[in-house]
């Protein structure tokens, strides 16, 4: 039922918090907008997620705030939802219950994997990854999954968990599973933001940003690239998209950069909460990847039943982000999903009534990117690491130029149909081959 804005000053519920000097926020909902949204943005709102099946943006505020909002004509309506009042359930994982499972599942299959910390956060802790495969000590074409950039996504590590979970406990007796390890290196990283999970639990159960300072810096506006490019951040401390003061300033963020280069993966999910969405670059208006990228996420989005498209189709212009980094630097086809929506318990969902739900429904999503690295897509390995591989379609139209990896590797991914493919350096043309995709992979052998 919703309820008129004056009756909601009237009779206030907020959002509580584990911290007495965090400030009483209430949920909101706002008949979105551009005019809402560039005043929002303008105005450093916590834009907590949308309900895109109803056209509404759903904000945490204070009571002056939404009286500022009421100025402007918004149309301001409240939803009570008593699952939004909640403190996270203490089920739900930490930094230290992560690195407990993780742990564990390595004792429990050390023959399917390799545990490795892979940098360590702001205040000195462990970021850990999970390696998954057939062969752990040999290199396959990889696939990351990442949770938690942001601290109060506590659903975000449940889909990470239940991943290797899957995968591990399937390995001996389901033969898709098995020609996923035997073919992948599938690496997770179920807790990204492992400081700020630590302060939301302990401090403020809506913190979202890293540490940095006690004001921290939104991890997610701080990748180089498109960092500070299209208004899509904040270079106030105490916004919630606070970008940091450069491009990459945050160890996390550089410990993130630096296992990406390593392990050059062919897509990524970053998980994120919430809004029931499937995003890919780019976070700029009007930016857009290629055509594949599209098709695979709006695939995901239809698998998931969630809406899929760009930050700024969907929902604003976002800079610095992981996803676009990724796809321009790496050649990462990367994607974000955005679980639940605020009527199942926006960033705290009750545990027992939505944690299995949605981390089985999200397998639809992951599982099917596992299917993509199956093929259709162009492989191979060159002696020589200075060389892009140009494709193009049946219409001679540029699909893509791709930067083989420093191994000389490459994977790219590609739709079905016919191709014209060269092989050059900056000066010279080294092979040209006309290849034919059908749904398998295709595995390219070279006179160079």
């Known amino acids: 039922m919703l309820l008129p804005l004056m009756l909601l000053l009237l009779s206030p519920v907020v959002y509580s918090h584990s911290s007495s000097d965090s400030p009483s926020r209430i949920l909101i909902r706002i008949t979105d907008s551009p005019a809402v949204k560039k005043y929002l943005r303008a105005h450093e709102y916590d834009v907590a997620g949308i309900d895109w099946r109803r056209g509404e943006l759903e904000v945490l505020a204070s009571p002056e705030e939404i009286a500022e909002l009421k100025n402007q004509n918004f149309n301001v309506v409240y939803e009570l939802s008593q699952t939004l009042l ?5 089920e ?53 999954f990442n949770s938690m950039h942001h601290a109060r996504e506590i659903m975000t590590p449940e889909v990470g968990i239940d991943i290797i979970e899957y995968l591990l406990t399937r390995y001996s007796s389901d033969s898709q599973v098995q020609t996923w390890l035997n073919t992948t290196d599938v690496w997770v990283i179920p807790m990204f933001n492992v400081d700020g999970n630590n302060r939301m639990w302990t401090k403020d159960s809506m913190w ?34 606070y970008r940091g003061p450069s491009a990459g300033s945050e160890p996390e963020t550089q410990v993130m950069m630096s296992f990406v280069k390593e392990i050059r993966p062919v897509f990524n999910i ?46 604003y212009n976002a800079d610095g982000g992981d996803i676009d980094w990724m796809f321009q630097e790496m050649q990462v086809i990367p994607f974000v999903i955005e679980l639940n929506s605020s009527s199942q318990g926006g960033f705290h969902p009750d545990y027992r009534e939505w944690r299995d739900v949605t981390v089985e429904k999200n397998r639809l999503g992951w599982q099917y990117l596992l299917k993509r690295m ?28 791709y930067r083989v990896n420093p191994d000389g590797s490459y994977f790219i991914v590609l739709d079905q149909g016919q191709y014209s493919v060269k092989f050059k350096t900056k000066d010279t043309v080294l092979e040209k081959k006309s290849v034919s995709l059908s749904a398998a992979n295709l595995t390219l052998q070279h006179l160079f």
């Open 270 to 315: 970053s998980y994120h909460a919430f809004s029931e969405l499937v995003l890919y670059p780019f976070g700029c208006k009007p930016g857009k990847a290629q055509q594949v990228v599209e098709a695979i996420g709006k695939e995901m989005g239809r698998l998931l039943d969630y809406k899929a498209g760009t930050p700024w189709e969907l929902l």
């Open 374 to 401: 199956q093929g259709p897509a162009l492989v191979g390995k060159i002696k020589s690491t200075d060389v892009v591989v140009e494709v193009r379609n049946a219409k001679n139209e540029l699909v893509t130029e």
């Open 86 to 90: 909640r403190n996270p359930d203490p």
């Open 92 to 144: 739900y994982l930490n930094p230290t219950k992560v690195e407990e499972a993780l742990k564990r599942f390595h004792s429990t299959y050390p023959d399917l994997t390799q545990i490795k910390s892979i940098g360590k956060s702001l205040e000195g802790r462990d970021i850990w990854a999970l390696k998954i495969s057939s062969n752990p000590l040999m290199s396959k074409p990889a696939i990351l």
């Open 208 to 241: 979202r940003k890293n540490t940095r300072n006690g004001h921290g810096v939104d991890l997610n506006r701080n990748y180089p690239g498109t960092w500070n490019t299209c208004n899509g951040s904040s270079g106030m401390t105490f916004s919630q998209t």
